[in-house]
């Protein structure tokens, strides 16, 4: 064949012919990459959604309130052009002590039954969102307990001078709120709820937490022991840490209070210090456990909601959370119980201003 042969594609056609070819392997292995990408992108959005369980407690917000406290929690609403939801807001957090399925493996008091609020505090967030201020519920409180419906569908009778905790094992997270708007005056907007295994596996995903104890604990209990000083606890030891009322202060459920506050402020520390937002995979990590751990109300009930929730909690730092105890005082019933003081109703009255 000669070189004059035109049925032959010269080199320089055959360079470009080459080139396209290779150009196409790439955008195609380029776009592979980004959809692959996207996917996986969908995907662990999907799961971290699906993660979350809520609860419905709008049949809880009819009663309780003050006229304040429902314009507060109209201002709550999300401003237009804005993704946080701005004006003060109340937040019922509570842990939960049921000892069923996973929570078995963080305790070893397994002769309790039932699900009770072991931990109950009021979170109150300012209308700028630039504060906080804890209330913890002592359990043992004394309280009237509004009619509420249980688990199984039957409505119970209101009654007066039951255990705070006595709320959430008849009628679960909504009769927690009507139980906690009747005694403070408050509006709930939110509800939060933590059982022992979804707080062991948080403060294991953060590397531990540190705290600081002022004399020995050897709590049989709840099987803690430490020393005086400052320690890092892994899940286990944290969730003992939030359970111990034995051998500490006067071995009421005050001094537990005392303990669970330092852990609740030690852990906004510890999360606040975290760079995760510059590693993807840490991240996630985080968000897989947070998410895995929450009951939520249902209008914070997606990631997109729970995300916006914190944007809006940002600027409150650890310094600006303030923890302290409803007051109470021994019950003249039972020196084994507690009732709210006048000083109470004087500190719920300042947080609905």
Known sequence: MSDGDSSQPKPELRARRHSRRTLKIVIAAFSAVLLAAGSAAAYGYWRLDHNIKTVDISSALDDGSSASASASASASATMPGSTAATGSMNILVLGSDTRSGSNSAVVHDHAATGARSDTAMVVHINASHTKATIVSIPRDTLVHRPSCTTASGATTYAVSGVMFNTAYSVGGPVCAIKTVQHLTGLKINHYIEVDFSGLAKLVDALGGVTVTVSQNIDDSYSHLKLSKGT?????????AFARTRHGIGDGSDLGRIKLQQQLVKQLLKKIRSLNAFTDPTELYSLAETATQSLTVDTKLGSLSKLVNFAVGLDKIKTSDVTTVTMPVA???????????????????????S
Not at 231 to 239: E, F, N
Not at 333 to 348: F, G, Y
Request: negative net charge; proline residues 6%.
């Open 231 to 239: 320690h890092t606890l892994d899940g286990t030891q944290a969730v």
């Open 330 to 352: 021994a019950a003249p019933s039972d020196p084994n119980r507690l009732v709210a003081t006048s000083a109470a109703a004087r500190l719920w009255a300042s947080l609905d």
